[in-house]
């Protein structure tokens, strides 16, 4: 009897569960058990969130959902050789900071070795963001400056003869005068690539870097033909 007592109660407690778990809404799965657990909500980015299938909520409504990341949050990066471009940037702005841009200036240097084929990436870049204003030689006298008649910002090879690698990242990040920060159109490590050829504007045409970058190829060469050569002899030794 109480066999029986207990098939009826589970029958109706799992029948009940059921008719429970039905909904009209064909996209709904029904009554679900703690969903978070095995199944997370996807936010979507550029959706409003206050307003999704005729339900309304007043506090998410033309709420941003494509976020910026968390302060402190780093890029990954799948080539452990170019992740310390996506560190945070260790000096403040001008306005936070008005020694940063001296500081930067002695104690940045680019990370990235020259090479004909960095500095021809530096020019490539230089053409689409800088040429406009520094002009194809670096001048000062690009086509915002020829036709719109704005200021020139000077010759590199005069003018800004002096400045720094360390200087011109930090300008290029931040800014400075005229020049609006370029931190949203290069990347960290192309602005290190434009700088090189910056370097060979400011110099006539040559880069600084160019006769340590051959020294350094010659020295590798060198080194490479003494350990054949050795190799070569001990083997004839042998």
């Given at each position: 009897?109480?066999?029986?007592?207990?098939?009826?109660?589970?029958?109706?407690?799992?029948?009940?569960?059921?008719?429970?778990?039905?909904t009209?809404?064909?996209d709904?799965?029904?009554?679900?058990y703690?969903?978070?657990?095995?199944?997370?909500?996807?936010i979507?980015?550029?959706?409003?969130?206050?307003?999704?299938?005729?339900?309304?909520?007043?506090?998410?409504?033309?709420?941003?959902?494509?976020?910026?990341?968390?302060?402190?949050?780093?890029?990954?990066?799948?080539?452990?050789?170019?992740a310390?471009?996506n560190?945070?940037?260790?000096?403040?702005?001008?306005?936070?900071?008005?020694?940063a841009?001296?500081?930067?200036?002695?104690?940045?240097?680019?990370?990235?070795?020259?090479?004909?084929?960095?500095?021809?990436?530096?020019?490539?870049?230089?053409?689409?963001?800088?040429?406009?204003?520094?002009?194809?030689?670096?001048?000062?006298?690009?086509?915002?400056v020829?036709?719109?008649q704005?200021?020139?910002?000077?010759?590199y090879?005069?003018?800004?003869?002096?400045?720094?690698?360390?200087?011109?990242f930090?300008t290029?990040?931040?800014?400075?005068?005229?020049?609006?920060?370029?931190?949203?159109?290069?990347?960290?490590?192309?602005?290190?690539q434009?700088?090189h050829?910056?370097?060979?504007?400011?110099?006539?045409?040559?880069?600084?870097?160019?006769?340590?970058?051959?020294?350094?190829?010659?020295?590798?060469?060198?080194?490479?033909?003494?350990?054949?050569?050795?190799?070569t002899?001990?083997?004839?030794?042998?």
């Amino acid at each position: 009897m109480i066999k029986k007592y207990l098939n009826i109660i589970g029958l109706t407690a799992v029948t009940g569960f059921t008719l429970v778990s039905c909904t009209k809404d064909a996209d709904s799965p029904g009554l679900e058990y703690m969903p978070d657990m095995y199944r997370s909500p996807a936010i979507e980015a550029y959706v409003d969130y206050g307003q999704i299938r005729d339900r309304e909520n007043d506090s998410l409504k033309n709420v941003m959902s494509a976020r910026i990341p968390v302060e402190g949050t780093i890029t990954f990066s799948s080539d452990a050789s170019k992740a310390q471009f996506n560190f945070p940037f260790a000096y403040k702005s001008w306005e936070e900071d008005a020694t940063a841009y001296e500081r930067a200036g002695a104690e940045l240097k680019n990370p990235i070795p020259y090479s004909a084929e960095v500095e021809a990436k530096g020019k490539h870049l230089y053409e689409i963001f800088c040429d406009h204003c520094h002009g194809e030689t670096g001048e000062g006298d690009g086509t915002v400056v020829t036709w719109g008649q704005f200021p020139s910002p000077g010759s590199y090879a005069t003018k800004y003869a002096n400045t720094t690698e360390g200087q011109m990242f930090y300008t290029l990040t931040y800014g400075k005068g005229l020049m609006g920060s370029h931190a949203s159109q290069l990347n960290k490590e192309e602005r290190w690539q434009v700088i090189h050829y910056v370097q060979t504007l400011q110099n006539g045409g040559t880069n600084p870097n160019a006769a340590g970058a051959e020294a350094t190829v010659e020295v590798a060469d060198t080194a490479a033909n003494v350990a054949v050569e050795t190799n070569t002899n001990t083997n004839e030794n042998k």
